[in-house]
């Protein structure tokens, strides 16, 4: 099932205890971002307010008891895009979202799929499809064993550092 616009945000809203994503791409084509990319690149700086609309529902998730979470596998040097949204996690992790890195500059892969991906609740996974350039082209719900998936998350908390940390070095 391809999952988009109000399908996406309601199926999105109604986990239960946690959501958490996999990113593996070195950049995002999101075109709700592009003003601020553009900012960010002339100035260095970042400014989120309070009331943004990821903050706030990553706020309402951890109030009612629900995480939130991903890692983002990288390599060095980190593209100009990682750069931004190294900026956005400080805002994010701020609000509550559990944010790690996987860095694979000097260290293989350790198993994980190249695909981005949500895993909801250790049983609903959707599968996030991009073209070349990291524009997303679809949201799949998949319809197999979450499994796999679960174990990717596994592997991949194992493996990385909290997003803190990884800045700090």
Known sequence: ???DGDDWRRFF???ERDAWRLETLPAYGVASESEEFARFLETG??????HDTWLTRVRAF??????????HVLTQPLT???RYEMAVYAFTSQAGEDIRILDLTHQENPGLPRQDFWLFDDSKVVLM????VGTQTSRKLYEG???PYVAARKLAVSASVPFEEYVRA
């Open 1 to 3: 099932m391809r999952l």
């Open 13 to 15: 809203d109604a986990y």
């Open 45 to 50: 700086r970042l400014d989120i307010p309070p």
């Open 62 to 71: 951890r109030d009612t008891g629900r995480t939130i979470g991903r890692v």
């Open 80 to 82: 100009d895009y990682l």
């Open 129 to 132: 499809h991009y073209d070349a």
């Open 145 to 147: 064993d979450p499994a």
